[in-house]
């Protein structure tokens, strides 16, 4: 069986709102092993960086000051087919086109404040673990 990696992040209104646990159990429920975790809080400028791809996006800023406005939880998780399976747990971007029984359904309250991340590749799931986690953090 081959089993791969994607990374993601509960956002600051659904760790600020005690959403946490919930999610971990709907995450763990769907099969995904935790590899790293830990709550800490990003700056805007390393925001920024998390989300320079989007940096010529007209809500660049406003995502770089909420992304930095309170505690998240990252985590690298593990799973046959992580990325792809990820994404669907979590649902689409705007919570008004996300699917039923979907996280992003469930506890977004807007298309920022969408409650979770999720890597969109192997390779971006990969760099996006690392800016958070050292190779010893992974378990
Ligand atoms: P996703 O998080 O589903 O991968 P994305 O990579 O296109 O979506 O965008 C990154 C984040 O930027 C997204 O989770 C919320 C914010 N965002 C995206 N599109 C937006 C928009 N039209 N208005 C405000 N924020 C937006
Ligand atoms: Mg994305």
Redesign the pocket.
Known sequence: MTTNRTFTMIKPDAVADGHTGAIIQLIEAAGFRIVAIKKTQLSADRAGQF?AV?QERP?YG??CQYMSSGAIVPMILEKENAVADFRALIGA?NPEQAAEGTIRKKFAKS??A?AI??S?SDENAAIEGSFFFADLEKF
């Open positions: 989300y989007h809500f406003d995502l971007t298309v920022q969408n991340h999720g969109d």
